[in-house]
């Protein structure tokens, strides 16, 4: 059982940055693979960064050279760096685990809203 909690969204003016971060509890969090969404207001849920248990990370095209996914196992916290932001990325983002190499995320995170003003 893992438990996420995102937090650090917020108001930021286009073309300002936010790091979001994702807690977790448990004690194999370096075994999963983690990821993050979002979704925007009538809109699916899209994926937006990932990086596998070996840090690995891939991204969405939309935000590639913009946003930089890390992790940091010993504090169980995963980081989402968003630099030069947009406002239709205004969405709440959420993270999610996968066990191993699983692409399928079975926990996720309540969400946090960014909110991107032009």
């Known amino acids: 059982q893992v438990q996420l909690v995102e937090s650090g969204g917020g108001l930021v003016q286009a073309g300002g940055s936010l790091r979001l971060s994702c807690a977790a509890s448990?004690?194999?969090?370096?075994?999963?693979?983690m990821g993050w969404f979002r979704q925007a207001p009538g809109k699916e849920r899209e994926f937006v960064a990932r990086i596998s248990w070996r840090s690995t990370t891939y991204y969405a095209d939309s935000v590639k050279g913009r946003f930089a996914i890390s992790r940091d196992n010993a504090k169980n916290t995963m980081y989402l760096q968003m630099n030069s932001l947009k406002p239709e990325e205004t969405a709440v983002y959420y993270c999610a685990a996968a066990w191993g190499d699983r692409t399928e995320y079975g926990y996720w995170g309540q969400g946090t809203q960014v909110t991107v003003s032009s």
């Open positions: 448990g004690r194999t969090f370096n075994m999963y693979a």
